[in-house]
Nanobody, 121 residues
């Protein structure tokens, strides 16, 4: 199995910053895409930002220019620097990865437990 452990959530005022971190561990042969999704109350889970192993990124329009994703392939970690936070960013943030546990095995999707981010004055 592959485990994802997130850290760094919390409460912040509008305009503030937070940094989320996620580390993958377990039986890992290769990680392809790694990144973050979020789910606000009453809404579906949505993409925040992801990064491929080659460094290509995909981000929601709502966070472009404010959030920055970074990744360390050697350590199997991914971070999300969130600046200029808005109340609309309030959600549970989930770490995600697409990984392969063995050379002959297919890829599977894995999720962390989630970390709460609250933006409020």
């Amino acid at each position: 199995q592959v485990q994802l452990v997130e850290s760094g959530g919390g409460s912040v005022q509008p305009g503030g910053s937070l940094r989320l971190s996620c580390a993958a561990s377990g039986s890992i042969f290769r990680i392809y895409t790694m990144g973050w999704y979020r789910q606000a109350p009453g809404k579906q889970r949505e993409l925040v930002a992801t990064m491929s192993s080659g460094g290509s990124t995909n981000a929601a329009d709502s966070v472009k220019g404010r959030f920055t994703i970074s990744r360390d392939n050697a350590k199997n970690t991914v971070d999300l620097q969130m600046n200029s936070l808005e109340p609309e960013d309030t959600a549970v943030y989930y770490c995600y990865c697409q990984a392969q546990q063995g050379r002959l095995r297919g890829t599977e999707n894995y999720w962390g437990q989630g970390t709460q981010v609250t933006v409020s004055s």
